[in-house]
């Protein structure tokens, strides 16, 4: 499935959400720190999830999976010093610092997209604890030997918190006491998120403001027994789908979740979208959308389901937090920019501002640039476009959620 062509049409869905990836490779991370079992339900077999289970055993864990369950015990066999990451961003920044524990030499790696994402951070922290650490003029592979010490950090926060989720799941597990200091730190959620999962494990870290982190030395991760919550990012896309194309009532979501994303809800409340929110189930129906103003800094991945639901209010919608996206799967800002036009909408840029001018999406062609993100966005502005939309690379979905397509339009998608 290269290219994927869908016709308009009226959708009335009642969805389970997938699991969130970003829960998974956390907790993924956390059980090969853990002594014992952990046992993983609800979980994910999306290519990100698919790349951390591989860097599980390739860290000597033993990974099984079962239809209703991922079981992973840590220190059944040897331990690999090449390590793959595929397209996985967040997973090179948080395992680096997790390899470096293991005092070996390592070579870390992926391929596709994450090859063109910069990874220069880390090796900028991991040399502040005395690691060894050379990159490729700042893109992956990486490098590194030595042994990761507690040590005193200082990082810079403004382009990814991915790093400081790496240093924070490694570091309790370390030789000495740390402080990390963390300059203009984005995408607070997210370290939420870590640090709730954290804690989950047994491990206690201090978090005075975002600014320093306490971490005390030789902490023990507690292997746990964890059902992964619902995918914000992914339902982001289906709940704008109800309010363009129809109605979608959507399961299995955490209405006081740590996600970055759960946002969207806020979005579509300010867009005067049609929702009712219930602790077990959230409905959109098909709405007479008005242009919005909203802030997307520390939830840059909203960034493709906002620009849809732009794209179908009334006037000129303003989406703050454009140079958080410059370094994902793709520069996602010019590719929203091009492929929107494609199909009809104008969207201008201006510094760190996004104007969506809302009006008639013609439909047409959208290449994803292999961005899982660009491709749903696409997808879901078909629904109610005038003549349907053609995507290219369609497939690139797979990277987080591989049943989008079937769990949107029924069916079987390969």
Known sequence: MHTLTIKPQIINKAIKAAASKSVMQRVIACAVLSEGETVIKNYSLCNDCKAALKIAEDLGAEVVIKENQVSIIPGKSKIKNNINCGESGLGVRMFTPLVSLFGKN??????????????????????????????????????????????????????????????????????????????????????DLTLSILKDFGIKIINKNYKEFYIKENQKYQAQNYTIEGDWSGAAFFLVAGLIAGEVSLTGLNINSEQADINILEAIQLAEGNLNISENNITTKKSNLKAFQFDATDCP?????????????????????????????????EVLQKEFANIGIEISIQNDFMT?????????????????????????????????????????????????????????FK
């Open 356 to 412: 969506v001018k809302g009006g008639t999406v013609k439909g047409g062609t959208i290449h994803s640039h292999n961005d899982h993100r660009i491709a749903m966005a696409a997808a879901v502005s078909a629904l109610t476009s005038e003549k349907g939309i053609t995507i290219k690379n369609a497939e690139s979905i797979k990277k987080s959620y591989p049943t989008f397509y079937s769990d949107l339009l029924g069916g079987n």
């Open 106 to 191: 390592f070579t870390i790696n992926g391929k596709g997209s994450l090859k063109k994402r910069p990874v220069s951070g880390i090796e900028e922290a991991l040399k502040q604890a005395g690691i060894k650490c050379k990159t490729n003029k700042g893109f992956i592979p990486i490098e590194i030997s030595g042994k990761l010490k507690g040590s005193n950090f200082e990082i810079d926060g403004s382009l990814s918190s991915q790093i400081l989720t790496g240093l924070l799941i490694a570091l309790p597990k370390a030789e000495g006491n740390s402080v990390i200091k963390v300059i203009n730190l984005k995408s607070k959620p997210y370290i």
């Open 301 to 333: 991945d909203l960034f493709p389901p906002l620009v849809t639901m732009a794209a179908f209010c009334n006037g000129e919608t303003r989406i703050k937090g454009v140079k958080r996206l410059i370094h994902k799967e793709s520069n996602r800002a």
